[in-house]
């Protein structure tokens, strides 16, 4: 699977590389652009009594030239629209003298009933915010309703970030080429493409140096060959043990939700560390998950001497005082080389006053750390990585993860995972069903499940995220947090069939 994700300037050095590498020149690789996506509008949009077709001042709008001449060669109609001729002697310079359609202003443009907007304005080199006449021309198209195929990227999209800079498309068909860039997968961008197309333009596969690639589309085939397996001689313990740490008697329910989530992920035990007033409420909803008592450290760190969990949850509705940072740094202090550590909600934002000594205790550690924080809780522990219009998710969850030290998974409806090392994935399989009350809490028991299990902390996030999307996913309207471990089975089963060692 093509599951690289390039920034449009790692694309342009593909692109370069290609071209060096030949046969192909650039504007071999134009031709090809072109012809991918004039044979996509055809199969697609059969329909279209004809074509309008808004020409940028580059490349992108040199592919837009390609797309005009090899529709007019099926026969059917064609208006061009360009402002401004290409550069003298560029690729896009000779698409257009090559195009049989003499383009005209883009004041001249009027919306055709039945027709297809062609979006060829800008792509890759978009460098500041589309505003006067493409904005206006923008706006037209937006209003008269008709279908749009963007070439590249949505125009006013950016490849980088996904964001809209100024006026943007919305597309019926985005049709990109060799890879994926941010701006396909990250939100908004992601929606402003309709369907998104990855063509092949001729880019030979060796133009890409994989070792140098640190971002990635999450998907399985990423992160299956690091699943746990269970052993045929496999017991409780030696499929992981979760601890789960509770908050007090009337904020019991979010560590059951993630000791649930641990124990559908797989884990052989999983015990919740509950404050003494807490028993009894815990006591009455658990069956298969163990309880023990911990209020002090010293009750937690008698578990861990005695039992040696090899993963921990501590945060969903842990408190965010004193009891709840003295157990993180017992935790960050006693886990094994193995034990993986998950941090949510309260234990994020109970360093929010001091996030260093937080990262100080990480990197010290021997535990490999996990921190699950969605955007607000993220703000209090990044200052200065806060969301922006220019910068991209990527690289803000990327440098939390290196200031960290932890993995860090940053929610949303394209939630961020990114480890230590610059490594990177975006998550697209979320569903809107995903925003209910608790449903971070599961997430984080299903990322320590599979610690447990001795999955490396950036894999098992990955996992973790993909899996329980899918179950929310599969699950559909009407899903509470409860519903997510339960549906955990389900999606193992058909996407993992068990194998026995
Ligand atoms: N060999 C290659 O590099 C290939 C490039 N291809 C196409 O080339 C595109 C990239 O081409 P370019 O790098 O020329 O970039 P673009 O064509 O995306 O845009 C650059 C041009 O737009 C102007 N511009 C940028 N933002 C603007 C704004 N907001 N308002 C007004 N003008 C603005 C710039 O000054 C520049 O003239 C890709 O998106 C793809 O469609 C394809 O033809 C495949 C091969
Ligand atoms: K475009």
Sequence with gaps: ????????????????????????????????????????????FAEAEGFLVLCGPGNNGGDGYVVARLLVERGVQVRLFAETEPAAGSDAARARRA???????????????RWLVVDALFGAGLSKP???????????VRTSGLPVVS????????????????????????????RKKPGHVLVPGRQMCGELLVADIGIAETTLNRAECKTWENHPALWRAALPEIGISA????????????GGATSTGAARLAAR?????????????????????????????????ADTVEELEAFLSDRGPSGAVLGPGAGTGERTRSFARSLLDRAGAAGGLVFDADAITAFRGDPETLFAMIKASAAQVVLTPHEGEFGRLFPGLEDAPEVSKVERTREAAMRSGAAIVLKGPDTVVAAPDGRAAINVNATQHLATAGSGDVLSGIIAGLMAQTMPAFEAACAGIWLHAEAGRVFGRGLIAEDLPEMLPQVLQSQFPEHVR
């Design 1 to 44: 699977m093509r599951l690289e994700i390039l920034t449009p300037e790692e694309m342009g050095s593909v692109d370069r590389k290609a071209v060096d590498a030949g046969p192909l020149d650039g504007y071999g690789l134009m031709q090809n652009a072109g012809a991918v996506v004039a044979a996509a509008i055809l199969e697609r």
């Design 151 to 178: 070439i590249d990227l949505p125009s006013g999209v950016s490849g980088l970030t996904g964001k809209p800079l100024g006026a943007a498309f919305q597309a019926d068909l985005t049709v990109t080429f060799f």
């Design 99 to 113: 195009c049989p359609v003499e383009p005209k202003s883009y004041s001249e443009f009027e919306p055709v009933e």
């Design 235 to 246: 017991h409780k313990y030696s499929r992981g043990h979760v601890a789960v740490i509770s």
């Design 261 to 293: 989530g641990a124990a559908r992920a797989g884990a052989g035990a999983v015990t919740v560390l509950s404050p003494a007033n807490a028993l009894s409420v815990n006591a009455m909803h658990l069956t298969s998950i163990m309880l023990r008592r």
């Design 130 to 140: 589309v505003e006067g006449r493409e904005a206006a021309i923008i706006e037209r």
